[in-house]
């Protein structure tokens, strides 16, 4: 199969229809390019035109093991032939525990943990912040600028990667602080690494502490290891480590967002494994399904909530969403997904970081493992983000056979399954980098 093969610009007549149809019925969300699915398998794609695509986006980092992995598909269908749902807030199922039970040995720390089962990242984040205020008694949270954590009225208060996802919404949850993150191609305080002596984590104490956000009252600092929606941002060694200190000598919890960053996406099982620190609670959703909806905190066991019916739901736990969470995990085990994200990784990271060095208006190259971004700017020296190149080049790249998908200003992510072939990464890099050759023309 020639691959990728565009019969037809995307989006060709059939996917036009559709497209019209969506946009007749379905609530306006976050739409990028205009790419619709008939198929997909592992790192491919066919839409409904025929067209074969690359896919760099892997449905947001959903998709670590790729589309369809039949073990995946093979779980799915064996319990779905079982039972498809027993309420499992509710009721039992061994199922459910068994993926709990993996999840507290397979996240840091050897202590016995508890899971709380929802269907999604924000779900896992609101379920934090309710385990992290009923076990300290307090209120507050920090978060950081350009973080994403989810969209309803809690999870949004600590989001702040867009001013457009809060207006018009509040009041949000009181008492969250945001803190600059660590984005040292950025730097807000205009410091450089290592002799700013990581300024932006010791401000927290030494400002923020004194001022708005009154330790007492802390219960947790949330926390993207890698900042996902922001753009991709990855903090500088030690970065981690302080934050989780000042966390800790205040009796604040360190909540561990690796909805996009877990599950080896970064060369790591947990993005925050590239530092020392344990987090209290982590999150995870995302690509933990094999691409169904399921989302997790996990957490030491004593935090558990003291009595029945202080937080649950209905469709936590689901049992095919737990059969396909096993199987993933069962995928990531036995294809040694987390290294080869790190090796593979090296290889995109290369890859890109030679087209950094072709064009102009590549500002920066970032990312660990699998998950990797480019920086657009007008050129190197103003460092002038540049949207609208990053757009034009989505668009060249999907009309050309490669899936691609924005974040942060002027970002452009690459988050092929952990398992694309070589040969098909390569030939995906091909196309972004003849988009490149064209955008600079
Ligand atoms: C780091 C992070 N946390 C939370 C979320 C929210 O997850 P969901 O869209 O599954 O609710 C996202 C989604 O992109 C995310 O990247």
């Not at 149809?21 to 997909?40: E, F, L, N």
């Not at 959903?62 to 269908?77: M, Q």
């Not at 207006?167 to 807000?188: D, L, N, S």
């Amino acid at each position: 199969m020639k691959v990728p093969d565009i019969k037809v610009t995307p989006p060709g007549p059939r996917a036009k229809e559709i497209i019209e149809r969506d946009r007749s019925y379905i609530a306006t969300t976050t739409k990028s390019a205009p790419v619709v699915v008939k198929r997909a398998s592992g790192s491919i794609v066919e839409d409904v035109d025929g067209n074969i695509l690359i896919d760099f986006a892997a449905g947001i980092s959903v998709l670590n093991i790729g589309h369809a992995h039949p073990k995946v598909v093979e779980a799915i269908s064996r319990q779905a032939s079982q039972f498809t749902h027993f309420a499992g807030t509710d009721f039992y199922y061994e199922i459910q525990a068994t993926l709990a039970e993996r999840l507290g040995k397979i996240t840091p720390g050897k202590h016995r943990k508890k899971v709380f089962f929802g269907n999604s990242g924000t779900e896992a984040n609101e379920a934090a912040i309710k385990v992290a205020k009923s076990h300290t008694k307090r209120q507050m949270f920090l978060a950081f600028l350009g973080a994403f954590h989810g969209r309803t009225q809690g999870a949004l208060s600590l989001t702040a990667s867009k001013a457009k996802q809060r207006a018009g919404f509040f009041p949000t949850m009181p008492g969250v602080v945001h803190v600059p993150y660590a984005y040292c191609y950025r730097c807000p305080y205009k410091l450089t690494y290592p002799s700013c002596d990581l300024y932006c984590a010791n401000i927290i104490e030494d400002v923020y502490m004194k001022t708005v956000a009154p330790p007492e009252d802390l219960a947790g600092v949330f926390v993207e290891p890698v900042q996902g929606e922001g753009g991709y941002i990855v903090p500088p060694p030690g970065w981690m480590d302080r934050i989780a200190k000042i966390a800790k000598d205040h009796g604040a919890l360190l909540i561990d967002d690796e909805v996009q960053s877990g599950l080896g996406r970064t060369g790591k099982m947990w993005a925050i494994e590239h530092s020392d620190a344990v987090p209290d609670i982590l999150t995870m959703a995302k690509s933990l399904g094999g691409g169904l909806p399921i989302g997790a905190a996990v957490y030491p066991a004593d935090m558990d909530f003291k009595e029945s019916g202080k937080h649950s739901n209905t469709f936590g736990g689901n049992p095919v969403a737990c059969a396909a969470s096993l199987a993933t995990l069962d995928v990531i085990e036995e294809e040694g997904l987390v290294a080869r994200s790190a090796k593979i990784g090296e290889h995109l990271a290369k890859r890109l970081d030679e087209m950094a060095e072709r064009y102009e208006f590549i500002g920066d190259r970032r990312g660990l493992g699998m998950m990797q971004a480019t920086e657009f700017v007008m050129d190197k020296h103003s460092k002038k983000p540049d949207p609208k190149r990053r757009d034009a080049i989505e668009k060249d790249a999907y009309q050309h056979g490669l899936i691609l998908l924005p974040c942060g200003d002027s970002a452009m992510r690459y988050i092929p399954a952990l398992n694309i072939p070589r040969d098909v990464l390569d030939a995906g890099l091909d196309v972004l980098e003849e988009c490149f050759k064209r955008a600079a023309t």
